[in-house]
């Protein structure tokens, strides 16, 4: 694992989204990593649904793993004979130039994991996976083509979760992920919410609307932006989400894996804020 402390931490693999998360809920896991984000495919859309509306955990960590897919198959298992190919719907996309061109009469089947996809094929289901190369040992199958994608340099974003706390301390370098609930549908509503970062020259890496299940029409944003809740700028931006939002869900702030720092506008440093409040003061007892 490429997350600090990973290493020497005993593994427990799950199935599912879900799965590893409700692990975490109840204590048999101290912490937990999955997948949030792909450069080529977008957002997980369980992720961002399971942290958005279950109960709630916090980001802590990320890492940027590079997409690289091998296809595993039964050993003896030629490309002529493959007629299905399982794995998660997140990796099919990324391969899908390449199935076509490889192996154009195979069906593709969706697994919870390229792990089950792996298990599949081993036990007869399917004929062929889209997983980690590493996997062909534990299921005792064999590599039949390497580094397959059809995007070159396409990454996988992975978010490491643990139970509420206080975040890492801010590194100037550092992404902070927030859901918030509309209240009401209205013309304007998002943009009632993204004025609140735009103002405070906030930007966000990622924005991403999500049903809420409570009916239609009703709905939440998944955001992503650069800073830390430390920050004022931060802070004031999520005082007025508070304010105006039915409800604000915050996710973490936690150090970027790409390690940018965020360019910072004139009058939105923290000292800015502290100048601004202190001269507020002034006014307000008379003394300015």
Same mark, same amino acid.
């Given at each position: 694992?490429? &997350?600090?402390?990973?290493?020497?931490?005993?593994?427990?693999?799950?199935?599912?989204?879900?799965?590893?998360?409700?692990?975490?809920?109840?204590?048999?896991?101290?912490?937990?990593?999955?997948?949030?984000?792909?450069?080529?495919?977008?957002? /997980?859309?369980?992720?961002?649904?399971?942290?958005?509306?279950?109960?709630? &955990?916090?980001?802590?960590?990320?890492? %940027?793993?590079?997409?690289?897919?091998?296809?595993?198959?039964?050993?003896?298992?030629? &490309?002529?004979?493959?007629?299905? /190919?399982?794995? %998660?719907?997140?990796?099919?996309?990324?391969?899908?130039?390449? +199935?076509?061109?490889?192996?154009?009469?195979?069906?593709?089947?969706?697994?919870?994991?390229?792990?089950?996809?792996?298990? %599949?094929?081993?036990?007869?289901? @399917?004929?062929a996976a889209l997983a980690g190369s590493f996997a062909a040992a534990r299921y005792g199958l064999a590599v039949l083509a390497e580094d397959i994608h059809d995007v070159a340099d396409a990454v996988t974003r992975f978010v490491q979760l643990r139970?509420?706390?206080? *975040?890492?301390?801010?590194?100037?370098?550092?992404?902070?992920?927030? /859901?918030?609930?509309?209240?009401?549908?209205? *013309?304007?509503? +998002?943009?009632?919410?993204?004025?609140?970062?735009?103002?405070?020259?906030?930007?966000?890496? +990622?924005?991403?609307?999500? *049903?809420?299940?409570?009916?239609?029409?009703?709905?939440?944003?998944?955001?992503?932006?650069?800073? %830390?809740?430390?920050?004022?700028?931060?802070?004031?931006?999520?005082?007025?989400?508070?304010?105006?939002?039915?409800?604000?869900?915050?996710?973490?702030? @936690?150090?970027?894996?790409?390690?940018?720092?965020?360019?910072?506008?004139?009058?939105?440093?923290?000292?800015?804020?502290?100048?601004?409040?202190?001269? +507020?003061?002034?006014?307000?007892?008379?003394?300015?």
């Amino acid at each position: 694992m490429s &997350l600090p402390g990973a290493a020497a931490a005993e593994q427990l693999p799950l199935a599912t989204v879900p799965a590893v998360l409700d692990a975490l809920r109840r204590g048999e896991a101290d912490s937990a990593v999955v997948a949030l984000e792909n450069s080529v495919e977008g957002s /997980v859309p369980t992720t961002l649904d399971e942290l958005a509306t279950g109960e709630p &955990l916090q980001i802590v960590a990320e890492v %940027h793993l590079p997409v690289s897919f091998a296809l595993l198959v039964r050993p003896g298992t030629a &490309l002529a004979d493959i007629k299905t /190919v399982a794995s %998660h719907p997140i990796a099919q996309p990324q391969c899908r130039r390449w +199935l076509a061109e490889n192996v154009p009469d195979a069906e593709w089947r969706a697994a919870t994991s390229n792990a089950e996809a792996a298990q %599949h094929v081993a036990d007869g289901h @399917y004929d062929a996976a889209l997983a980690g190369s590493f996997a062909a040992a534990r299921y005792g199958l064999a590599v039949l083509a390497e580094d397959i994608h059809d995007v070159a340099d396409a990454v996988t974003r992975f978010v490491q979760l643990r139970r509420p706390c206080a *975040p890492p301390a801010a590194t100037g370098m550092d992404r902070t992920s927030v /859901v918030a609930f509309i209240g009401e549908d209205h *013309p304007g509503a +998002l943009l009632e919410i993204l004025t609140e970062f735009s103002v405070r020259g906030i930007n966000l890496s +990622l924005i991403q609307s999500r *049903p809420t299940g409570a009916g239609l029409g009703s709905y939440l944003f998944w955001m992503d932006l650069e800073g %830390h809740v430390d920050d004022a700028r931060v802070g004031e931006a999520l005082m007025g989400l508070r304010r105006i939002c039915a409800d604000v869900r915050f996710v973490g702030s @936690y150090p970027r894996a790409d390690r940018v720092r965020p360019e910072i506008r004139r009058g939105t440093h923290d000292n800015d804020f502290t100048e601004a409040a202190a001269w +507020l003061s002034t006014i307000r007892t008379g003394h300015a």
